[in-house]
Protein backbone atom coordinates (compact mmCIF):
# COMPACT_ATOMS: atom_id res chain seq x y z
CA UNK A 1 0.00 0.00 0.00
CA UNK A 2 2.65 2.69 0.94
CA UNK A 3 4.74 1.32 -2.28
CA UNK A 4 1.56 2.33 -4.47
CA UNK A 5 1.06 5.56 -2.60
CA UNK A 6 4.55 6.62 -2.90
CA UNK A 7 4.04 5.97 -7.12
CA UNK A 8 1.53 8.25 -7.31
CA UNK A 9 2.75 10.91 -4.88
CA UNK A 10 5.53 10.75 -7.47
CA UNK A 11 3.54 10.57 -10.35
CA UNK A 12 1.47 13.30 -9.39
CA UNK A 13 4.57 15.29 -8.74
CA UNK A 14 5.92 14.49 -11.76
CA UNK A 15 2.98 16.15 -13.59
CA UNK A 16 2.30 19.14 -12.26
CA UNK A 17 6.19 19.92 -12.69
CA UNK A 18 5.70 19.02 -15.89
CA UNK A 19 2.75 20.58 -17.03
CA UNK A 20 3.57 23.60 -14.56
CA UNK A 21 4.24 26.20 -17.12
CA UNK A 22 0.67 25.87 -18.14
CA UNK A 23 -0.75 26.27 -15.07
CA UNK A 24 1.09 29.22 -14.24
CA UNK A 25 -0.10 31.00 -17.23
CA UNK A 26 -3.30 30.31 -16.41
CA UNK A 27 -3.44 31.61 -13.09
CA UNK A 28 -0.59 34.58 -13.45
CA UNK A 29 1.96 32.55 -12.06
CA UNK A 30 0.97 32.46 -8.77
CA UNK A 31 2.11 35.22 -8.14
CA UNK A 32 5.85 34.52 -9.10
CA UNK A 33 7.09 36.69 -11.77
CA UNK A 34 6.88 35.49 -15.36
CA UNK A 35 8.68 36.19 -18.36
CA UNK A 36 12.36 34.77 -16.81
CA UNK A 37 15.16 34.88 -19.63
CA UNK A 38 17.18 32.00 -18.37
CA UNK A 39 17.19 28.27 -17.66
CA UNK A 40 17.43 28.00 -14.27
CA UNK A 41 14.74 30.77 -14.07
CA UNK A 42 12.56 28.35 -15.28
CA UNK A 43 13.13 25.83 -13.96
CA UNK A 44 12.71 28.00 -10.32
CA UNK A 45 9.93 28.83 -11.63
CA UNK A 46 8.73 25.45 -12.90
CA UNK A 47 8.98 24.39 -9.27
CA UNK A 48 7.36 27.58 -7.37
CA UNK A 49 4.36 26.30 -9.83
CA UNK A 50 4.40 22.18 -8.41
CA UNK A 51 4.86 23.18 -4.74
CA UNK A 52 1.74 25.73 -5.35
CA UNK A 53 -0.52 23.23 -6.90
CA UNK A 54 0.91 20.59 -4.22
CA UNK A 55 -0.35 23.10 -1.58
CA UNK A 56 -3.74 23.95 -3.20
CA UNK A 57 -4.70 19.67 -3.83
CA UNK A 58 -3.47 19.57 -0.10
CA UNK A 59 -5.92 22.25 0.78
CA UNK A 60 -8.23 21.24 -1.19
CA UNK A 61 -8.63 17.76 0.64
CA UNK A 62 -8.24 18.62 3.99
CA UNK A 63 -10.99 21.56 3.34
CA UNK A 64 -13.68 18.86 1.91
CA UNK A 65 -12.84 16.38 5.71
CA UNK A 66 -13.88 19.31 7.34
CA UNK A 67 -16.96 20.63 5.35
CA UNK A 68 -17.84 16.73 4.90
CA UNK A 69 -17.91 16.44 8.33
CA UNK A 70 -19.36 19.23 9.70
CA UNK A 71 -22.66 18.59 7.36
CA UNK A 72 -22.38 15.15 8.03
CA UNK A 73 -22.53 14.97 11.65
CA UNK A 74 -24.40 18.37 12.53
CA UNK A 75 -26.62 18.41 15.54
CA UNK A 76 -29.98 18.05 14.22
CA UNK A 77 -31.67 18.01 17.57
CA UNK A 78 -31.32 17.61 20.76
CA UNK A 79 -31.49 13.83 21.05
CA UNK A 80 -29.22 13.34 18.31
CA UNK A 81 -26.47 10.99 19.22
CA UNK A 82 -22.77 11.31 18.85
CA UNK A 83 -21.31 9.30 16.19
CA UNK A 84 -18.87 6.50 16.59
CA UNK A 85 -16.31 7.18 19.15
CA UNK A 86 -13.33 5.00 17.86
CA UNK A 87 -10.19 5.26 19.96
CA UNK A 88 -7.80 4.38 17.12
CA UNK A 89 -7.71 2.87 13.41
CA UNK A 90 -4.76 1.72 12.50
CA UNK A 91 -4.76 1.77 8.86
CA UNK A 92 -6.04 5.46 8.83
CA UNK A 93 -3.14 6.77 11.74
CA UNK A 94 -0.68 5.37 9.65
CA UNK A 95 -1.92 7.13 6.15
CA UNK A 96 -2.43 10.37 7.64
CA UNK A 97 1.36 9.73 8.95
CA UNK A 98 3.09 8.48 5.92
CA UNK A 99 1.28 10.59 3.71
CA UNK A 100 2.23 13.85 4.89
CA UNK A 101 5.99 12.39 5.03
CA UNK A 102 5.63 11.31 1.50
CA UNK A 103 4.47 14.56 0.34
CA UNK A 104 7.14 16.68 2.02
CA UNK A 105 10.05 14.53 0.99
CA UNK A 106 8.55 14.69 -3.16
CA UNK A 107 8.81 18.36 -2.31
CA UNK A 108 12.21 18.17 -1.04
CA UNK A 109 13.33 16.38 -4.00
CA UNK A 110 12.27 18.59 -6.37
CA UNK A 111 13.66 21.11 -4.11
CA UNK A 112 16.85 20.00 -4.22
CA UNK A 113 17.32 19.24 -7.43
CA UNK A 114 16.51 22.93 -8.45
CA UNK A 115 18.80 23.98 -6.19
CA UNK A 116 21.73 21.82 -6.87
CA UNK A 117 21.35 23.05 -10.99
CA UNK A 118 20.73 26.82 -10.51
CA UNK A 119 23.67 26.59 -7.87
CA UNK A 120 25.60 24.32 -10.48
CA UNK A 121 28.76 25.88 -11.83
CA UNK A 122 30.67 24.47 -14.88
CA UNK A 123 34.41 24.09 -15.34
CA UNK A 124 35.02 25.65 -18.55
CA UNK A 125 31.92 28.40 -19.03
CA UNK A 126 32.19 30.02 -22.06
CA UNK A 127 31.95 33.62 -20.84
CA UNK A 128 33.87 34.78 -17.57
CA UNK A 129 33.19 38.44 -16.00
CA UNK A 130 33.99 39.97 -12.91
CA UNK A 131 31.38 41.75 -11.25
CA UNK A 132 32.87 44.22 -8.88
CA UNK A 133 30.37 46.68 -6.74
CA UNK A 134 32.13 50.00 -5.23
CA UNK A 135 30.52 53.17 -3.68
CA UNK A 136 27.87 53.51 -5.76
CA UNK A 137 28.52 51.75 -9.01
CA UNK A 138 29.61 48.67 -11.07
CA UNK A 139 32.92 47.31 -12.74
CA UNK A 140 32.59 44.62 -15.05
CA UNK A 141 36.04 42.74 -16.00
CA UNK A 142 35.36 40.15 -19.16
CA UNK A 143 38.16 37.38 -18.15
CA UNK A 144 39.69 34.56 -19.86
CA UNK A 145 38.49 32.15 -17.92
CA UNK A 146 37.10 31.63 -13.96
CA UNK A 147 39.49 32.73 -11.66
CA UNK A 148 41.41 29.73 -9.61
CA UNK A 149 41.14 30.37 -5.69
CA UNK A 150 43.75 32.72 -4.08
CA UNK A 151 44.36 34.38 -7.98
CA UNK A 152 43.69 38.04 -8.63
CA UNK A 153 42.44 38.14 -12.30
CA UNK A 154 43.79 39.78 -14.89
CA UNK A 155 40.78 40.87 -17.35
CA UNK A 156 40.86 41.24 -21.10
CA UNK A 157 38.62 44.23 -20.60
CA UNK A 158 36.26 46.35 -18.86
CA UNK A 159 33.74 48.09 -18.53
CA UNK A 160 33.29 51.01 -15.44
CA UNK A 161 30.41 52.84 -14.66
CA UNK A 162 30.48 56.54 -13.50
CA UNK A 163 27.72 59.11 -11.90
CA UNK A 164 27.04 60.40 -15.68
CA UNK A 165 27.68 57.33 -17.71
CA UNK A 166 25.52 54.01 -17.04
CA UNK A 167 27.62 50.91 -17.38
CA UNK A 168 26.69 48.09 -19.85
CA UNK A 169 27.63 44.51 -19.50
CA UNK A 170 26.84 43.09 -23.12
CA UNK A 171 26.83 39.14 -22.66
CA UNK A 172 26.09 36.85 -25.37
CA UNK A 173 22.94 34.13 -25.62
CA UNK A 174 22.72 30.43 -26.10
CA UNK A 175 26.20 30.61 -23.82
CA UNK A 176 27.51 29.64 -20.67
CA UNK A 177 28.01 32.82 -18.56
CA UNK A 178 30.32 33.10 -14.93
CA UNK A 179 29.84 35.43 -12.89
CA UNK A 180 32.59 35.90 -10.02
CA UNK A 181 31.43 38.39 -7.57
CA UNK A 182 33.40 41.02 -5.00
CA UNK A 183 33.60 44.50 -3.48
CA UNK A 184 36.11 46.82 -2.90
CA UNK A 185 34.10 48.49 -0.02
CA UNK A 186 31.30 47.07 1.33
CA UNK A 187 28.12 44.18 0.81
CA UNK A 188 26.43 45.36 -2.64
CA UNK A 189 24.19 42.32 -4.56
CA UNK A 190 23.89 41.91 -8.34
CA UNK A 191 20.13 41.71 -9.68
CA UNK A 192 18.84 41.59 -12.68
CA UNK A 193 14.98 41.23 -12.59
CA UNK A 194 14.56 39.35 -15.84
CA UNK A 195 16.77 36.38 -14.00
CA UNK A 196 14.57 35.68 -11.28
CA UNK A 197 17.88 35.50 -9.15
CA UNK A 198 19.97 37.75 -7.19
CA UNK A 199 23.11 37.04 -5.17
CA UNK A 200 25.45 39.31 -3.20
CA UNK A 201 28.70 40.91 -3.73
CA UNK A 202 30.80 40.62 -0.67
CA UNK A 203 33.96 42.02 -0.43
CA UNK A 204 37.44 40.76 1.25
CA UNK A 205 38.22 36.89 0.25
CA UNK A 206 34.42 36.18 -0.26
CA UNK A 207 34.08 35.69 -4.17
CA UNK A 208 30.55 34.63 -4.98
CA UNK A 209 30.16 32.60 -8.17
CA UNK A 210 27.50 31.71 -10.56
CA UNK A 211 26.46 31.18 -14.00
CA UNK A 212 23.15 31.29 -15.94
CA UNK A 213 22.51 30.44 -19.89
CA UNK A 214 20.57 33.36 -21.22
CA UNK A 215 17.99 32.75 -23.87
CA UNK A 216 16.76 35.65 -25.11
CA UNK A 217 18.34 38.56 -26.48
CA UNK A 218 17.13 42.06 -25.24
CA UNK A 219 18.01 44.32 -22.46
CA UNK A 220 17.62 44.47 -18.88
CA UNK A 221 18.22 47.04 -16.39
CA UNK A 222 20.19 45.44 -13.21
CA UNK A 223 20.41 46.29 -10.06
CA UNK A 224 21.91 46.60 -6.27
CA UNK A 225 19.55 44.71 -4.42
CA UNK A 226 21.51 45.41 -0.98
CA UNK A 227 21.12 48.63 0.90
CA UNK A 228 24.58 49.66 0.63
CA UNK A 229 24.85 53.29 1.53
CA UNK A 230 24.23 56.68 0.26
CA UNK A 231 23.35 55.89 -3.43
CA UNK A 232 21.93 52.56 -3.06
CA UNK A 233 19.45 53.28 -5.14
CA UNK A 234 21.23 54.68 -8.26
CA UNK A 235 23.61 51.43 -8.58
CA UNK A 236 21.50 50.95 -11.83
CA UNK A 237 23.58 48.73 -14.39
CA UNK A 238 22.35 47.74 -18.03
CA UNK A 239 23.13 43.97 -19.63
CA UNK A 240 22.60 43.66 -23.13
CA UNK A 241 22.17 40.20 -24.49
CA UNK A 242 22.95 39.97 -28.22
CA UNK A 243 24.26 37.05 -30.33
CA UNK A 244 27.36 34.90 -29.97
CA UNK A 245 29.12 36.40 -32.81
CA UNK A 246 28.01 40.21 -31.94
CA UNK A 247 29.70 39.32 -28.84
CA UNK A 248 32.71 38.05 -30.23
CA UNK A 249 33.07 41.59 -31.99
CA UNK A 250 31.61 43.63 -29.38
CA UNK A 251 34.57 41.81 -27.38
CA UNK A 252 37.14 42.50 -29.99
CA UNK A 253 36.99 46.09 -30.33
CA UNK A 254 37.10 46.32 -26.36
CA UNK A 255 40.65 44.54 -26.59
CA UNK A 256 41.79 46.89 -29.56
CA UNK A 257 41.19 50.06 -27.05
CA UNK A 258 37.88 51.40 -28.70
CA UNK A 259 35.55 52.75 -26.15
CA UNK A 260 32.53 51.03 -24.62
CA UNK A 261 30.29 53.41 -26.87
CA UNK A 262 32.00 52.57 -29.88
CA UNK A 263 32.23 48.90 -29.53
CA UNK A 264 28.45 49.31 -29.06
CA UNK A 265 27.90 51.65 -32.23
CA UNK A 266 29.70 48.59 -34.05
CA UNK A 267 27.24 46.12 -33.49
CA UNK A 268 24.41 48.18 -34.27
CA UNK A 269 23.53 48.80 -30.51
CA UNK A 270 22.38 52.11 -29.14
CA UNK A 271 25.90 53.92 -27.51
CA UNK A 272 24.32 54.40 -23.74
CA UNK A 273 21.94 52.96 -21.27
CA UNK A 274 18.06 53.00 -23.09
CA UNK A 275 16.58 50.98 -20.34
CA UNK A 276 17.26 53.57 -17.21
CA UNK A 277 19.49 56.97 -16.61
CA UNK A 278 21.79 58.10 -14.21
CA UNK A 279 20.49 59.87 -11.23
CA UNK A 280 21.40 63.02 -10.29
CA UNK A 281 23.36 62.41 -6.95
CA UNK A 282 24.35 66.61 -6.13
CA UNK A 283 27.16 65.50 -4.67
CA UNK A 284 28.37 68.95 -4.94
CA UNK A 285 24.93 70.80 -3.64
Given amino acids: MLRRIG ?24 GWPQGGITAQSKQMYDLWIGSVVAALAVGVFVWGLIFWCVARYRKRSSQAELPLQTR ?23 TAKVQTEVNRVSANPDVTVEVVGFKWNWQFNYLSGPTPEGVTP ?11 VIPI ?7 TIRFEETSRDVIHSFWVPELLFKRDVFPGNVRNVFEVRIEEEGRYVGRCAELCGTYHSMM ?28 LVSIGEAPLATKTQPFPTKRDA
Avoid at 154 to 164: I, M, Y
Avoid at 169 to 175: A, D, E, I, M
Fill in 169 to 175: LVVPVGK
Fill in 88 to 110: FNLPIEVLYTVLPFLVVSVLFFY
Fill in 154 to 164: TPVATVTGTSE
Fill in 7 to 30: GLITAAGLTVLLAGCDVGATFDGF
Fill in 236 to 263: NFEVVAVSAAEYDTFLTQLKAGKSVQDA
